[in-house]
Nanobody, 124 residues
Framework: QVQLVESGGGLVQAGGSLRLSCTAS????????MSWFRQAPGKDRGFVAG???????YYAGSVKGRFSISRDNAKNTVNLQMNSLKPEDTAVYYC??????????????????WGQGTQVTVSS
């Protein structure tokens, strides 16, 4: 059974940092794009950052320069380092694996496997 499990969420003050981790089990995702999405109350789930199998990275404009995504294929993990956090970053953050190898999408429909989500709350 394929599982993606996120960890590292929590409460932080504006300007602080958090590091999210996502560990996959049940299969290897070394050839798949891995991405982070987030969803705030009353809003659609939106793309945050993604990393291809080869290490190419992609970021939403709102987090570029503040967030950094990385992966360790040997450990089947993907991380999201979040710095200079703002109250508007408050959301549930989800890890996701693409539907097909070597493809990239910023749309949630492009991803087949999802974690359960981890809450990030940034206080002002």
């Amino acid at each position: 059974q394929v599982q993606l499990v996120e960890s590292g969420g929590g409460l932080v003050q504006a300007g602080g940092s958090l590091r999210l981790s996502c560990t996959a089990s049940g299969r290897t995702f070394s050839t798949y794009t891995m991405s982070w999405f987030r969803q705030a109350p009353g809003k659609d789930r939106g793309f945050v950052a993604g990393i291809s199998w080869s290490g190419n990275t992609y970021y939403a404009g709102s987090v570029k320069g503040r967030f950094s995504i990385s992966r360790d294929n040997a450990k089947n993990t993907v991380n999201l380092q979040m710095n200079s956090l703002k109250p508007e970053d408050t959301a549930v953050y989800y890890c996701a694996a693409s539907r097909s190898p070597s493809t990239f999408s910023t749309a949630p429909g492009g991803y087949r496997y999802w974690g359960q989500g981890t809450q990030v709350t940034v206080s002002s």
